[in-house]
C-alpha cells in the first residue's frame, strides 16, 4: 500500500504499510503469540491514533503500557528497529495520558452505578444461571417500580434481602421468587465484593464523555485502565469492557465513517469475551461490533490466536496485525492454516509458512485501502514506538494522576440516599415500604415518594439512549425494563 496523506504509519516492508485514518472505525485484529510484539503494536496504533487527535482506550492487563506517557527513544531495541527501517526524522515523544483503575489504586476509580450495568450484566459477573438471573431481573424491576435506587453494591445486597424477606408479596405481580434463587444470589455477592469487586460500583460513575478528550496540542487522550489485578476475575474485567463498549454505543451519535474515529477501543484478552456465553449473547455483541462503528468508534480486539474470536465477529475485523503462531499440535497447525486463510492473498506471501516463521516485531499486515477492500497481506517489521518501553515507576505514575484534569474528581466517592438507605430506615422503625400488590399504603408522605421516583426517573432519563440499546439491540440479554 502506499502512502497516503495523514495515513499512520505502522509498519514497513518494501514500502509503508499504513491504516488509514478514515478506515480505522471499520475494527481490527492483533493477534499472535505470548512474547511476538503485540504489546508493542497496541502501542505503535495508540500513539499513531493519539498524534492525529484520536482518544484511545486501552487495557493494561500485564502492566507494560504505562510507559506512553513519557518519551523513549534509549532503549536499545528501539533504536535497532528505526536503524533497520531507516526511518528518518523519527523523534522520542511522551503522549497525554490518564489512568483508570477499578481499585482506585493507580489510577483514577473507575465506576458504574449497579442500575447502569443492568441484571444481566451484573448476573453474568455473579456467575448466576438462567433462573436465577430471571429472579435478579425482577428484582431491578421492584425496585424500579418502588423509586429505589441501584446504585452501589450495598443497595442491591439490601433490595435481594428485602424481596427474599417478602417474596409472597411480589407473586402474584411479579412471578414466583424461590428463596434458594435468592440466597445464590446474595452468596455470590459475597463472594464478588471479597474479591473486591464492590469497587466496581457507586458514584461517581464514569461519564464517558471523559474518555473522548484531547490536549492542548490536539493530541487524543490515551485513556489506560490499570487491569493486572482485575485480570484476576476475567468475568468481571470482560463484562466491565464490554458494558463500556455497549454504553459508548448507546451514547454517542451517529455519526457514519468520519474522517477520523471518535475513539479507538482495544479489548485485550478479547477470547475472555466469548467464554462461556450463550449463543444468544454472541450473537449481540456481534450486533454491537457491526453497528458501533457508525458511531466512529473502532474496536481492535486483541488475543493469541484468530480462533478465539468467532467467524461472525472475526469476518468484521478489516485492519489485521498477525504476529507469530505456534504450530506444535495438529490443532496448532490447523490453527495457523486458518488464520493464513484469513488474509486477502499475495503472491509473494506463504501466508501459512510465513505465520509460523515471523521473528519479534515482526507481523503479517493487512489494512483496509480507501475504498474500504482489504490490502494484500504484506510480511512487514513494525515501527517502532516513540514512547518509553519502560513502565513507570510509582512515583512517575502518581505524577501523571495528579496532574491529569480529572485529579481529585473521581476520587471523591458520593453515598447519597438510595435502596439501602430507605430500606434500613424503615427496617430500624419496624415499618414496611409499600410495594404493589401488597395492599398496604405508602408510609412516607407523598411528596417524599415522588421526589425519590423523580430522581429515579432522573437517572434512568439521564442515561436513556443508554437502555434503550439494552432494551434494542441487546433486548433481554443485557437487561429489562429498565
Known sequence: ??????????????????LLPGMA??????????????????RVLAEQFSRIGVPVFMAD???DLSGIALAGGENPKVKERIQELGLSGFSPEAFPVVFWDVFGQSGHPLRATVSEMGPLLLGRILNLNEIQGGVLTLIFKIADDNGLLL???KDLRMMVKHVGDNAAQFTTEYGNISAASVGAIQRNLLSLEEQGGDMLFGEPALNLRDLLQTDSNGRGVVNILTADRLMKSPKLYATLLLWMLSELFEQLPEVGDPPNP???FFFDEAHLLFEDVPKA?????????????????????VTQNPLDLPETVLG?????????????TPRDQRAVKAAAETFRPNPDVDVAAAITELRVGEGLVSFLDKKGAPGMVERALICPPRSRLEPLSPEERAQVIAASPLAGHYE???????????????????????TPGAGQEYIEGGKKILQAMAKSAAHAIGSQIGRQIIRGVLGSIFGGKR
Do not use: P
Not at 454472541?282 to 481492535?300: A, F, M, N, P, T
Not at 475485523?317 to 504450530?327: K, P, S, W, Y
Not at 471523591?412 to 409499600?434: M, N, P
Open 1 to 18: 500500500m502506499t502512502r497516503e496523506k495523514d495515513s499512520l504509519l505502522v509498519a514497513r516492508a518494501k514500502d509503508d504499510i499504513v
Open 281 to 301: 449473547l454472541e450473537d449481540k455483541i456481534e450486533q454491537v461490533v457491526r453497528l458501533i462503528r457508525s458511531k466512529g468508534v473502532g474496536v481492535y480486539f
Open 61 to 63: 492487563v500485564k502492566g
Open 151 to 153: 446504585l452501589d453494591l
Open 262 to 264: 471518535t475513539l479507538v
Open 412 to 434: 471523591r466517592a458520593i453515598d447519597r440516599e438510595s435502596a439501602y438507605e430507605r430500606l434500613k430506615g424503615k427496617a430500624e422503625e419496624g415499618q414496611k415500604v409499600e
Open 316 to 328: 468484521q475485523l478489516g485492519n489485521r496485525v498477525q504476529h507469530a503462531l505456534r504450530a506444535f
Open 25 to 42: 472505525n471499520r475494527h481490527g485484529l492483533v493477534a499472535g503469540a505470548t512474547g511476538t510484539g503485540k504489546t508493542v503494536t497496541l
